[in-house]
């Protein structure tokens, strides 16, 4: 079991460039999640999904898309880089939102 | 939506030392309330979590207690070790969402906690 896989781990954005981070898990979960993590702001939801073809915006969903059109993989696009959008990115898995979160190795990004 | 405060943002105590960390939330939907553990450059991992059905939850030096009515929640932990320091996160679910809007996850700011040899 790999669990839940990010790609990449480090990455370096133009202003307006766009990109997708890739997040996979292996063990079957309907829940995935996309977090930012910015210092003293703790881990803030950008867009969830709750199975393949269902997705909900968090409460920072503004610049990012995301789709599900599989179990394993729940991609999130960034449309036009901000350097706003500088952050450590995590995706996480789990059975539901009522059990524990998985999370991946994380993806940081930096936008000049 | 869900809003979930922590407190403190810091926490220095002395090797064997007890530390506790408070949350509050504001939707009485929610009955789900994990805690993460966050070691630098690492990922969050679970370290314990409490359902609404049970009022206090121990796990070794780690314990959980719950105030539905207050809608609060705090982590102690005992004889604490340096491998404690690291940020914690507190977080709250509702287990059922209702209407058109599914249950999510909402995070505390993080609690870092260091505990001095």
């Given at each position: 079991n790999a669990g839940v896989t990010q790609t990449p781990k480090f990455q370096v954005l133009k202003t307006g460039q766009s990109m997708t981070l890739q997040c996979a898990q292996d063990?079957?979960?309907e829940y995935m999640s996309w977090y930012r993590q910015d210092p003293g702001m703790g881990l803030r939801l950008i867009h969830y999904s709750v199975g393949a073809g269902i997705t909900d915006q968090g409460e920072v969903p503004n610049g990012y898309n995301v789709s599900r059109s599989t179990t394993e993989d729940f991609p999130l696009r960034l449309l036009s880089a901000a350097p706003s959008q500088t952050s450590v990115y995590f995706c996480a898995s789990s059975v539901s939102s009522y059990n524990e979160q998985f999370f991946g190795p994380g993806t940081r990004l930096t936008v000049l | 939506g869900e809003n979930v405060e922590q407190h403190p943002s810091t926490l220095s105590v002395q090797e064997g030392d007890s530390a506790v960390i408070k949350c509050t939330y504001s939707?009485?939907?929610?009955n789900y309330f994990p805690w993460y553990k966050q070691e630098l450059g690492k990922r969050p991992q679970l370290i314990i979590d409490i359902r609404s059905n049970v009022g206090e939850k121990k796990d070794q030096r780690i314990a959980v207690t719950l105030n539905k009515t207050a809608k609060h929640f705090s982590l102690h932990i005992t004889e604490t070790q340096p491998e404690d320091s690291a940020v914690y996160f507190c977080a709250a679910s509702p287990r059922w969402a209702g209407g058109t809007s599914y249950g999510k996850l909402t995070f505390g700011q993080g609690t870092i906690l260091t505990v001095h040899p």
């Open positions: 063990m079957n979960h | 939707d009485s939907a929610s």
